[in-house]
């Protein structure tokens, strides 16, 4: 297959995820942030910046397994939902391409997504 397909395959990719890749961020933020605001606000004592830091980085590393798990779950079920599964199979490359694209465009969606969440936990737990 050309660049230019896997290109198109890659957009493709993209903007199934990209829907999911925006709300999975948001939340985990939001749960971080009302963790934070937890530990420091609501506990006496309030627990020591290790901890905090610990749960926060935990948080950040659930959440994007959970989204792995739905990011596999989306690029493999879209075809069949958007009825695209019969062209596909008419008019696409060889099946490794469209595995190579789904595969390059969820591995790179979770790798960006665990590096965010990561230095966000690193600026609320100090």
Request: glycine content about 6%.
């Amino acid at each position: 297959m050309n660049a230019h397909g896997f290109r198109r395959l890659a957009w493709k990719e993209y903007r199934v995820l990209r829907p999911i890749w925006i709300s999975m961020f948001g939340i985990t933020v939001f749960l971080q942030l009302l963790m934070s605001w937890s530990l420091s606000v609501l506990s006496t004592p309030p627990p020591e910046a290790q901890k905090v830091a610990t749960i926060l980085f935990g948080v950040a590393l659930v959440m994007t397994a959970m989204y792995s798990l739905g990011c596999t779950a989306a690029l493999f079920a879209a075809e069949r939902e958007e009825h695209t599964h019969e062209f596909l199979c008419l008019h696409a490359p060889s099946s490794r391409a469209l595995i190579a694209g789904k595969a390059a465009i969820g591995l790179t969606s979770t790798v960006g997504l665990i590096v965010i969440l990561w230095l966000v936990a690193a600026l609320l737990s100090g």
